[in-house]
Nanobody, 122 residues
Framework: QVQPVESGGGLVQAGDSLRLSCTAS????????LGWFRQAPGKEREFVAA????????YYSDSVKGRFTISRDNGKNTVALQMNNLKPEDTAVYFC???????????????WGQGTQVTVSS
C-alpha cells in the first residue's frame, strides 16, 4: 500500500505563495488518485483539492478555487499543491491522501501522510 509523504510547509505572510509536495517512498503514485486535505486547530479535517491518476481531472473546494492548483508529475512520482494569495484562514496542517478510486470519499478512506504545517500570518 502506498504511503504518502508531504513536504514544503512553512511560515509565510498573507498574500504569499507556497508549494507543497507529496511523494511516496518506494512506491509509484502513478496509479493513484491523490488529494490534499487540511485541518486547522479546533476544526475538522476538510477537503482541499484532488487529482486523478493521469492528471487530466482536478477539483477544488470553493474556499481555495482560483488560488490553489493541484498538479502531478508521474515521471517524478510527485503531486504538488501550489498555493497562491495565502490567507490567515489557510493556516492548517496539510495532508496528502492516496487511493486508487477518484473521489473524496475514497480518498478520506485511503492512505494518508503525516502532514505538513502551513502557517499564514496577517
Amino acid at each position: 500500500q502506498v504511503q504518502p509523504v508531504e513536504s514544503g510547509g512553512g511560515l509565510v505572510q498573507a498574500g504569499d505563495s507556497l508549494r507543497l509536495s507529496c511523494t511516496a517512498s518506494g512506491r509509484t503514485l502513478s496509479s493513484y488518485a491523490l488529494g490534499w486535505f487540511r485541518q486547522a486547530p479546533g476544526k475538522e479535517r476538510e477537503f482541499v483539492a484532488a487529482i486523478n491518476w493521469s492528471g487530466d481531472s482536478t477539483y477544488y473546494s470553493d474556499s481555495v478555487k482560483g488560488r490553489f492548483t493541484i498538479s502531478r508529475d508521474n515521471g517524478k512520482n510527485t503531486v504538488a499543491l501550489q498555493m497562491n494569495n495565502l490567507k490567515p484562514e489557510d493556516t492548517a496542517v496539510y495532508f496528502c491522501a492516496a487511493d486508487q478510486r477518484y473521489s473524496v470519499v475514497a480518498l478520506v478512506r485511503g492512505s494518508w501522510g503525516q502532514g505538513t504545517q502551513v502557517t499564514v500570518s496577517s
